[in-house]
């Protein structure tokens, strides 16, 4: 997020800010914060991922979930934040730095009981995430001091822009390939503020790419397709569905595949413990070709004769060649511990067939679930440098399925037209196991009127738009799980998990809903499961 974008998106939010009371801070993944802000127009979420690469700061009307247990951080931030109202804002742009005076949280703790109290400043840094400040009633955040180039002094701000804060790299990389007249004019357009915001699409999978507070050049967005306009939080949020919440999505995947890839590690370095183990066996097996040798030319040696070697010839048990035996023993007891070290072989191989097929087993499982959760955004072309190194992030998947990890026998999977994945309860265990897997921002879907299956859409970020054809499929799979089954159409109506509630003492799978989102008439194909069952797709 370039330092001019944040001071639209700063100037667009103070006056909310002002004033909001914070009710929930959370970090659903590493670097992203979501804070739940309360003011007379409403309850608002703001998300910002902080770092060196893409930060991000908006408004999101799609709620956010917790994610996690809060760290000792974030909870140190909600003792003095929550429940306090924002007393005042204090933008530092070229900073990317916005500091929220939390009005009325508790002075923080000092050695001295005569010092001056002191005052919660929460501090959002799109570098260095959210932290709290404390000052003084006499202090304040220090106020930016930034002045703009001249026409004179245009070249020499470009070469020594760490002297010029307002000369932020992206700026820079677009003043190189203007001419003196539009470069001069570009700055005084953003001295003075206001103007539209230029979004950036693939054309491919419509997926934003960048988003510039002016417009880029043509070689900097090469491929891409241009909107703009004067709504800068909904831009924004547009900007920050792709660029945030669906890298989050996969930072999540990437947090729970690390105790799969552990265990995979661990099961590979079994199966070549059983590899090993196979070659021993069959080498004792082997033996047996050498005790069966020994017997076919028993009577060319005295009963009692011990040797460490001896020469067997070509027969029906092999071609000629020298057996080592054991001095201690005679040719007849070697020939008997060869057999009997044969047959432990054949019972070693035996167990070992059944422990490498269970093994095999657990690996087909892990690995299924891995290359669900390894499902990512393709990364395609960028379309310019500017976009590539300042502004972008993998696309949107298409068709790659919300990972749902190993599941419970009473829950079915199906995936959609669409690939999204679609859980279905069996039975009323089934059904809480489903709502369980599910995350607060699911589509949760159910027969009206009646008993029936619970269903539920895994969306893989919140917000997004399910398709009306992923809908009435999986309308069809709880119509085809319910007491409509017999009928040509079913009503199902559908919400939010985060909106579906149990009720204490009522029978298992009776659930109260608080919010619906709507209600679906869907025709009852008996073939919609064989279509989405993935066994089958897979086949196919």
């Known amino acids: 997020m370039d330092a001019h974008l944040f001071r639209r998106f700063c100037d667009a939010s103070v006056p909310f800010l002002t004033g909001a009371r914070l ?3 959370q970090s659903p993944v590493r670097d992203v914060f979501t804070l739940t802000f309360f003011a007379p127009g409403g309850k608002r979420q703001l998300c910002m991922r902080s770092g060196r690469q893409n930060p991000l700061l908006f408004f999101s009307s799609a709620h956010l979930g917790a994610g996690h247990a809060p760290t000792a951080d974030i909870m140190r931030l909600r003792k003095y934040a929550l429940g306090h109202r924002i007393g005042a804002c204090v933008p530092q742009y070229y900073a990317r730095r916005l500091w929220l005076l939390v009005s009325g949280a508790a002075p923080a703790p000092s050695q001295d009981a005569l010092s001056a109290p002191k ?156 590899d090993e183990e196979k070659a021993r066996l069959n080498r004792m097996v082997g033996a047996r070709h050498d005790g069966l040798a020994l017997q076919e030319n028993l009577w060319r040696w005295p009963r009692g004769l011990k040797e460490a070697r001896i020469d067997v010839p070509e027969g ?17 007891e070697n020939m008997e511990r060869f057999f009997h070290t044969a047959e432990r072989g054949k019972r070693g191989l035996a167990h070992l067939a059944a422990r490498r097929a269970e093994l095999d087993r657990e690996r087909n499982a892990l690995s299924a679930a891995l290359t669900s959760l390894a499902a990512s955004p393709e990364k395609g072309r960028t379309g310019g440098q500017d976009a590539a190194k300042a502004q972008t992030a993998a696309s949107r998947p298409s068709a790659a399925p919300m ?54 859409v895994r969306l893989r970020w919140p917000g997004q738009e399910v398709p009306a054809r992923t809908l009435m ?68």
């Not at 400040?133 to 070249?155: D, G, I, K, M, N």
């Not at 149990?502 to 209600?519: E, F, K, N, Y």
């Not at 008996?526 to 797709?537: C, D, F, G, I, N």
């Open 23 to 25: 009710e929930k801070l």
């Open 119 to 274: 005052l919660a400043w929460l501090v959002l840094d799109l570098k260095e995430g959210v932290s709290l400040h404390f000052l003084t009633e006499t202090e304040s955040p220090e106020p930016e001091t930034v002045r703009w180039p001249e026409e004179e002094e245009l070249a020499s701000a470009c070469a020594n822009w760490r002297d010029w804060p307002v000369m932020t790299p992206a700026l820079r990389r677009t003043l190189l390939r203007l001419d003196a007249l539009e470069s001069l004019a570009l700055l005084e357009d953003l001295r003075s503020g206001g103007g539209d915001l230029f979004l950036y699409r693939n054309p491919a999978d419509n997926a934003v790419r960048a988003l510039s507070a002016w417009p880029l050049p043509p070689d900097l967005h090469d491929g891409l397709v241009e909107q703009s306009g004067e709504n800068v939080n909904a831009l924004l949020e547009e900007a920050g569905r792709h660029l945030v919440l669906e890298r989050m999505t996969l930072d999540r995947a990437r947090e729970e595949a690390q105790p799969l890839l552990r265990k995979k590690k661990k099961l590979d370095r079994l199966a070549g413990n059983l």
């Open 316 to 332: 029906a048990h092999g071609p000629a060649r020298s057996v080592a035996l054991d001095a201690r023993i005679t040719v007849v």
């Open 403 to 456: 990972p749902v990890g190993p599941l419970p026998k009473n829950v079915q999977a199906f995936v959609s037209s669409d690939g999204f994945v679609i859980l279905r309860g069996r039975d009323a265990k089934g059904n809480l196991a489903c709502r369980k897997l599910a995350a607060p921002h699911d589509i949760w879907m159910h027969a009206e009127g009646g008993p029936g299956a619970h269903v539920v």
């Open 473 to 540: 499929e999986a309308g069809c799979l709880a119509a085809l799980k319910s007491w409509q089954n017999s009928a040509a159409r079913a009503d199902i109506q559908y919400a939010e998990i985060r909106h579906i509630k149990p009720m204490r003492g009522a029978p298992a799978g009776t659930v109260r809903i608080d919010r619906l989102l709507g209600t679906l008439s869907v025709p009852v194909n008996p073939e919609m499961e064989k279509r989405l069952s993935p066994a089958l797709r897979e086949n196919t």
